[in-house]
């Protein structure tokens, strides 16, 4: 047992270290100032309604900043161990490679963790204060009372940590090999991004109007890629009357899940034999 | 090698995840909505990458929207339609931008056009009443690819149908009101349409279709059938009176 108590150990430095970062206190200031702000933009609103367009500033900012402080914070550790010899002196006691890489992981994937419920919690707070007066409203007029699912916002929660999660392992598996800073992180996020339209890749695939090797191709690379619109439920988990089966929850759950622990196993197959 | 076995890897990870993954997109799929490739090449590209970034989706939406109605004012339809069309593209279930991109299709941007080659005076009628018709045809055209993503939504086929009544009326002089009931009968057999469209429906047939009399006679009493309330049958019965002189019997 004593890898998982290095591991741990690890875990816990990288955890310590990166939510010491001014960095980290940038986004979670930005993303929570970003929904607050939200309430006084409601009238560029078109057509929806107003609790929607304040979760979808929250569900928006949660996604986009989470996305930023995994790729850089990943790559921003990883790197800084490297170039400061650090992670020399650590792999030379007895810590192996893999146990190295994965408590980097989870110390990264710990504060998303923390990031997530820091936003959610302000998310909630902004929806459950603007759905009183919503409802307020609703019932003087006669109007259908606004949903808000309080669940949902916790179900949501675990879905972001999920997906940023499978962007973190991303990012590690990309940082394991890449020699520069600027290049793990654009790769990244490029893998960041064709992971968000590999739905679309499919789409395409499942056209009846596309030629046979092209469907085939474009089939072929979505098994390749992991598809991050899976999470993008806010709307339905938070707003909607009848939500997500547990089914599709527990499914999403256990697709990121795989996604994750193969990504990282790729992370550490790379590091293996990577020169310090 | 090394990166032959993280494809391998990624692939293995692709297969045993994808019974999950199409469990639960079966249900997401729906809700994340339709980036087809056409609505992908009629977009800005860019547009649709940042939009797919999370719930910023729909905010990207109404700035689009925002864009577009900055080219409505400077009486722009190239670049007013990419607009609108991006807003729809980033928010297929908003109506709104639905609604009003059709609107402005069918109602503004021939008048532009007509204002362009020298105004109402000048152009000869024949050819305003082309522009007014190849107009109309765009904002349906709009109105079926929507009609394609969300089929049972009977407020696009209302939009049709009221399109249709009011370009056909006041333009042509020559009104299809068949059109306008086809698209009210539509309306009519999706579920939750308003009592307004089997209102409207009853009123254009009722008046001006007199080929589609029986059939519609039969859709209503169907429908004053299948009614839940008193109230409900009571309005069918009213409108089987007024239109279709058929007392209310039941």
């Known amino acids: 047992m004593s890898f998982l108590k290095k591991i741990f150990w690890i875990a816990r430095n990288t955890f310590t270290e990166a939510a010491r970062q001014k960095f980290f206190s940038f986004l979670v200031l930005l993303g929570g100032g970003l929904m607050c702000v939200s309430l006084s933009l409601t009238h560029f609103d078109f057509g929806d309604s107003e609790l929607k367009f304040i979760a979808d500033f929250g569900f928006g900012g949660i996604f986009l900043f989470g996305s930023v ?122 893998a960041l991004l064709i992971g968000q339209l590999q739905y679309v890749l499919a ?65 550490l197959w790379f590091f293996r034999s990577r020169e310090i | 090698m090394r990166f032959g076995a993280a494809i391998l890897c990624l692939g293995i990870a692709g297969a045993l995840s994808f019974p999950f993954g199409e469990i639960a997109w079966k249900e997401v799929r729906e809700r994340v909505g339709t980036f087809s490739p056409e609505a992908l090449e009629r977009s800005a590209g860019t547009g649709i990458a940042l939009g797919t970034l999370g719930g910023f989706r729909t905010v990207l939406a109404d700035i689009a929207w925002l864009r577009a109605f900055h080219f409505w004012g400077k009486r722009d339809p190239v670049d007013c339609m990419k607009y609108c069309d991006l807003a729809m593209t980033l928010a297929p279930e908003q109506l709104f931008f639905l609604e009003n991109t059709a609107n402005y299709v069918a109602f503004e941007f021939p008048v532009w056009e007509i204002r362009k080659r020298g105004g109402f005076l000048q152009v000869p009628e024949n050819v305003q009443r082309e522009i007014h018709k190849k107009a109309l045809a765009e904002a349906l055209e709009i109105l079926h690819r929507a009609s394609l993503a969300d089929p049972e939504n009977p407020q696009i086929y209302i939009l049709a149908a009221q399109l249709t009544a009011i370009k056909t009326d006041r333009i042509y002089g020559v009104p299809d009101y068949a059109k306008s009931a086809a698209y009210y009968r539509r309306a009519c057999e999706c579920p939750g349409a308003p009592l307004f469209a089997f209102a409207s429906y009853a009123r254009f047939v009722g008046e001006h279709v007199p080929a589609e009399r029986a059939s519609a ?27 279709f002189a058929s007392p209310a019997n039941g």
């Open chain 1, 203 to 267: 789409d395409f695939a499942s056209e009846g109007k596309s030629q046979i090797w092209t469907k085939t191709l474009a089939e072929a690379a979505t098994k390749f890629i992991p598809n991050l619109q899976l999470f993008n439920v806010g709307e339905a988990l938070v707003l909607a009357p009848d939500g997500l089966s547990c089914g599709a929850i527990w499914s999403a759950l256990a697709y990121g899940m795989i996604w994750i622990a193969a990504l990282v196993f790729i992370g």
């Open chain 2, 217 to 243: 006679k039969v859709f209503l009493e169907a429908c004053r059938e299948r009614a839940e309330t008193p109230a409900r049958k009571h309005f069918f019965s009213e409108l089987l009176t007024e239109y």
């Open chain 1, 69 to 190: 402080l995994s790729v850089v914070t990943s790559v921003q550790l990883f790197f800084t161990e490297i170039e400061n010899r650090t992670a020399l002196t650590m792999l030379a006691k007895p810590v192996r490679r893999g146990e190295f890489l994965f408590g980097k992981f989870l110390g990264v994937w710990l504060l998303l963790g923390v990031f997530v419920v820091l936003m959610c919690g302000v998310l909630a707070a902004v929806l459950a204060w603007r759905a009183g007066t919503v409802a307020e409203i609703a019932m003087a007029r006669g109007l259908p009372m606004p949903v808000l699912n309080f669940d949902g916002i916790a179900v949501f929660a675990v879905f972001q940590w999920v997906r940023l999660g499978i962007v973190a392992a991303m990012t590690i598996a990309v940082a394991s090999f890449a020699q520069t800073y600027l290049y793990a992180v654009v790769v990244s996020f490029v």
